[in-house]
């Protein structure tokens, strides 16, 4: 069985292998900048917790750094088994386009709540734009990952 020529088989391969790539990737992501963030709030205590949040920023930068590559390579294997068709179906364009949403409104819900936060906190409002920062990258990987995870899922 193809589809234009390439096999079912490499397609369902690459599916997923661009899963795993994205769950990493928002993993890596999310270890990496909720690290460097734990550094920046703990940065005046000078304790072990800042030692750890600190090992923990360098972890995952390294581990941001490894799945970047592990996507370039994915990249790679796409264009070699010139599979990019079949991997853009209709299905996984609707699968982005509702993570997008899902991501978008996530990130509006995150400002509302800092604007109420802002109005009846002392808190540093930085820390929270981080924080919805962080989770507007992350909140559309997982979830558009999650969604080809169960299509795959149902499909085997």
Same mark, same amino acid.
């Given at each position: $069985? #193809?589809?234009?020529?390439? $096999?079912? #088989?490499?397609? !369902?391969?690459?599916?997923?292998?661009?899963?795993?790539?994205?769950?990493? &990737? +928002?993993?890596?992501?999310?270890?990496?900048?909720? #690290?460097?963030?734990?550094?920046?709030?703990?940065?005046? @205590?000078?304790?072990?917790?800042?030692?750890?949040?600190?090992?923990? @920023?360098?972890?995952? &930068?390294?581990?941001?750094?490894? +799945?970047?590559?592990?996507?370039?390579?994915?990249?790679?294997?796409? $264009?070699?088994? +010139?599979?990019?068709?079949?991997?853009? !179906?209709?299905? @996984?364009?609707?699968?982005? @386009?509702? &993570?997008?949403?899902?991501?978008?409104? #996530?990130?509006?819900?995150?400002?509302?709540?800092?604007?109420?936060? &802002?109005?009846?906190?002392?808190?540093?409002?930085?820390?929270?734009?981080?924080?919805?920062?962080? +989770?507007?990258?992350?909140?559309?990987?997982?979830?558009?990952?999650?969604?080809?995870?169960? !299509?795959?899922?149902?499909?085997?």
């Amino acid at each position: $069985k #193809s589809y234009i020529g390439v $096999k079912m #088989s490499e397609i !369902d391969r690459l599916i997923v292998l661009r899963i795993r790539a994205m769950f990493f &990737a +928002a993993i890596a992501f999310g270890l990496w900048q909720f #690290s460097w963030l734990a550094s920046s709030v703990l940065e005046s @205590t000078q304790g072990t917790g800042l030692l750890i949040a600190q090992i923990g @920023t360098l972890i995952g &930068a390294l581990t941001w750094a490894g +799945a970047s590559i592990f996507y370039g390579r994915f990249a790679g294997q796409v $264009k070699k088994a +010139a599979a990019r068709a079949p991997l853009n !179906d209709e299905l @996984t364009c609707h699968n982005r @386009t509702q &993570a997008f949403g899902i991501g978008f409104m #996530s990130l509006l819900l995150g400002l509302v709540l800092l604007i109420c936060m &802002a109005e009846f906190t002392n808190w540093n409002i930085i820390y929270g734009l981080r924080i919805v920062a962080i +989770a507007g990258v992350m909140i559309p990987i997982l979830v558009f990952a999650g969604r080809e995870y169960n !299509d795959n899922q149902r499909a085997e």
